[in-house]
């Protein structure tokens, strides 16, 4: 496979340094609409081509397949004109802006028969695939009850950077700048994290927002801080499970960590992942009478980079694909319109 990689910030050494260490992908060329910065990445990565408009990359045309690394609002157009020039596509997280411009992507890339699929970072966790396999294997019994919480600190720390003087996280920050807050950067992964563990799609959700002040004024420069910091949601899965998801910026302690517990009638699980590790423990069986819980070995699984390459190798189409981030975006979409209508909505 030879890739392009569109955009060059922060995620984009990421895709390079795990595409660049698998057996058969060549990275050969690199996107960016600022010279110096694709330059200065080209160079990092020992990249070939260098272009500052992805027009110039497809005219080229000396590539197979391409990972979007751009901002959320340049997904769509980009991925569009990628799909037209009939090559594959892995795209970062949230897909699009809005489940229209999600739908609209699925559609296009199906038509096209190109291979498509969304980097939900956090399926590369074995824990989590470990727990899917139990929950279907009916090792749990039928699914009950669902907690997820996605939590994070760096609006109190600094640990990630200072959101006060640095546009990589301001702009998270600030509805003008496209986007959605917490729920449209992490809310997506927590949804996924959610619904692929306990095995069951979301149907229902009813979401309650909040934005806090964080500065005099609510603005720093052309940054108008009004996105939201933290959600609370409440779901129903199409297995007939209840769900409650949440996440939030402000949680002290927390870097960055993701937690399910699924609960069935003959057992229950529990998936931790941080920047610490990941782990998974289950009650289950006669361990259910005296509270016990065990470690489970969840082993290892490949990451979404190189599932990405095998699906292009093959020709197979991977998951998670577009049409399951769309999806996934329905729900947020909806979650927002639950906050001001205040009653749940239904995904189909």
Not at 80 to 97: F, R, T
Not at 314 to 339: K, M, S, W, Y
Request: with cysteine; charged share 25%; glycine share 10%.
């Amino acid at each position: 496979m030879r890739l392009l990689i569109l955009g060059t910030g922060g995620m984009a050494n990421n895709h390079a340094k795990n595409f660049r260490a698998i057996d058969g992908v060549e990275v050969v060329g690199a996107v960016d609409v600022d010279k110096a910065r694709v330059t200065a990445f080209a160079d990092t990565h020992d990249i070939g081509m260098r272009f500052t408009s992805l027009d110039e990359a497809i005219a080229w045309g000396g590539f197979d397949a391409a990972t979007n690394v751009t901002p959320d609002r340049a997904h769509h157009p980009t991925s569009l004109a990628l799909i037209a020039a009939g090559k594959h596509v892995m795209c970062e997280k949230p897909l699009a802006e809005t489940y229209e411009k999600a739908i609209e992507m699925t559609e296009a890339a199906e038509a096209a028969g190109v291979i498509n699929m969304v980097n939900l970072t956090y399926r590369n966790v074995a824990p989590l695939q470990k727990a899917r396999e139990i929950v279907l294997s009916g090792e749990i019994g039928s699914v009950k009850h669902v907690e997820a919480s996605y939590l994070q600190s760096w609006l109190v720390s600094r640990a990630w950077g200072d959101w006060r003087t640095e546009s990589q996280w301001l702009w998270r920050l600030s509805t003008g700048h496209g986007s959605n807050g917490v729920l449209g950067d992490i809310g997506i992964h927590i949804l996924d994290f959610a619904s692929y563990g306990a095995a069951s799609d979301i149907e229902t959700v009813f979401a309650r927002l909040k934005t806090f002040d964080k500065v005099a004024g609510g603005s720093i420069g052309e940054y108008k801080l009004d996105a939201n910091d933290s959600f609370t949601m409440s779901v129903d899965f199409a297995n007939g499970a209840l769900g409650v998801v949440h996440a939030s910026r402000w949680a002290t302690g927390h870097l960055n960590e993701l937690r399910l517990r699924v609960y069935g009638e003959k057992g229950g699980l529990e998936v931790s992942h941080s920047t610490e590790g990941s782990s998974l423990r289950a009650c289950m069986g006669d361990d259910a009478e005296t509270a016990t819980w065990r470690i489970v070995d969840a082993g290892t699984v490949p990451t979404n980079y190189m599932r990405f390459a095998e699906a292009v190798r093959l020709g197979v189409q991977p998951d998670p694909d577009f049409r399951h981030a769309a999806n996934l975006q329905r729900a947020l979409d909806l979650a927002i319109l639950t906050e001001k209508e205040r009653c749940e909505r239904r995904l189909s």
